[in-house]
């Protein structure tokens, strides 16, 4: 596969603008993917490539997440050993089923998760009221059920983990999203390191795009540190748009 100058430079701005989105509200594969697809690259190689990508990227903004201390460990981590058995299940059930059937369902969840967002979210000051075992029990069920479908099928995973921080948990904007990276980024890296032994990535696209999601995701999560409440929930909103639209698409066209 030989590859243009002018490719590599509109990888790296997308790639870059996807690991921006991702270390926000997640869901920056419905950029970097089809942008992958789009330059020709090995269908093959593409999840590979993506994880390498993505993985690396995130691993600088979720540095600069613990660093502030903005992380709550003795919740997050119920929610990340959760998220990694619920994504082997639900990778264990992705060959049986549709993705038809995934791309309907989405079409009605997405819309009733915006109507959510929309509502008003829970006072901070109520995350006082949650018992111990209610924040264990919610943390582990939604690491569980959404690690279920990042197994399973996958897009929009960081970005429904951010909306489940932030009502269930109760959760502050900053603090949600910088939660969510972190429980969405185990189970990423643990599939890079799978398509890495399974030699499926595609390194002369990769090793570029690195340095573009390096820098993407170092800004993204600049902003959430310093203006939170101004910059995560319109691009949750667009995240949530740019899905239902993958979605509408794949139902009509595939």
Not at 75 to 91: E, H, K, R
């Amino acid at each position: 596969m030989e590859i243009q100058l002018w490719q590599y430079l509109i990888v790296f701005l997308l790639i870059g603008f996807a690991g921006f989105i991702d270390s926000i509200a997640g869901g920056g594969g419905l950029i970097s993917v089809p942008t992958y697809l789009a330059m020709g690259m090995p269908a093959e190689l593409i999840l590979g490539t993506n994880k390498c990508v993505s993985s690396t990227g995130a691993t600088f903004a979720v540095f600069r997440y613990i660093r502030s201390r903005t992380i709550i460990w003795q919740t997050v981590i119920y929610a990340i050993v959760a998220a990694l058995v619920g994504s082997a299940i639900g990778a264990s059930f992705s060959t049986y089923l549709s993705k038809h059937l995934i791309f309907t369902l989405l079409l009605i969840v997405i819309p009733i998760l915006l109507y959510l967002q929309a509502r008003k979210m829970p006072a901070l000051s109520s995350r006082l009221e949650l018992t111990r075992r209610q924040i264990v029990s919610r943390a582990i069920l939604a690491g569980f059920f959404l690690g279920g479908y990042d197994g399973l099928f996958g897009p929009g995973t960081g970005t429904f983990l951010l909306l489940a921080f932030m009502m269930f948990l109760h959760m502050a904007t900053r603090e949600a999203s910088a939660n969510a990276r972190i429980v969405n980024y185990a189970s990423n890296v643990s599939a890079f390191i799978y398509f890495l032994i399974q030699g499926r990535i595609f390194w002369p696209v990769a090793v570029m795009a690195v340095f573009a999601s390096i820098l993407g995701n170092w800004l993204g999560s600049g902003l959430v540190l310093n203006n939170a409440d101004r910059v995560v929930v319109p691009v949750f909103r667009f995240v949530l748009s740019l899905l239902m639209l993958k979605c509408s698409y794949d139902l009509i066209f595939t």
